[in-house]
Nanobody
Framework: QVQLVESGGGLVQAGGSLRLSCAAS????????MGWFRQAPGKEREFVAA????????NYADSVKGRFTISRDNANNMMYLQMNSLKPEDTAVYYC???????????????????WGQGTQVTVSS
């Protein structure tokens, strides 16, 4: 089992920055990749970014590339999403996710993940 808890969301003006955090427990954190997804009202959950178990490899959605940075701290079982140059269209609930037991890679599809946090709201005003 993996428990994931996000934090760091809030209200920010367009052009501002936020850093989201995801605390993981229940499984050897450094053994698997992780991902961030988001879901806006009335829309499907969409991929934002993913990071490999070591942090050496990252992948981003085109809509956030160059503005968001995913990172992890394996010593403290934490993952982060630094969000800069925020836009109103970034408004959503942001979720961190981990692959299911038996899988270590973190892809860009929701079906590749078996554990999800409760989400943290990010609202960007224009």
């Amino acid at each position: 089992q993996v428990q994931l808890v996000e934090s760091g969301g809030g209200l920010v003006q367009a052009g501002g920055s936020l850093r989201l955090s995801c605390a993981a427990s229940g499984r050897t954190f450094s053994a698997y990749g992780m991902g961030w997804f988001r879901q806006a009202p009335g829309k499907e959950r969409e991929f934002v970014a993913a990071i490999s178990w070591s942090g050496a490899n990252t992948n981003y959605a085109d809509s956030v590339k160059g503005r968001f940075t995913i990172s992890r701290d394996n010593a403290n079982n934490m993952m982060y999403l630094q969000m800069n140059s925020l836009k109103p269209e970034d408004t959503a609930v942001y979720y961190c996710a981990a692959p299911p037991m038996g899988r270590i890679t973190a892809g860009s599809q929701t079906y590749e993940y078996g554990y999800w946090g409760q989400g943290t709201q990010v609202t960007v005003s224009s």
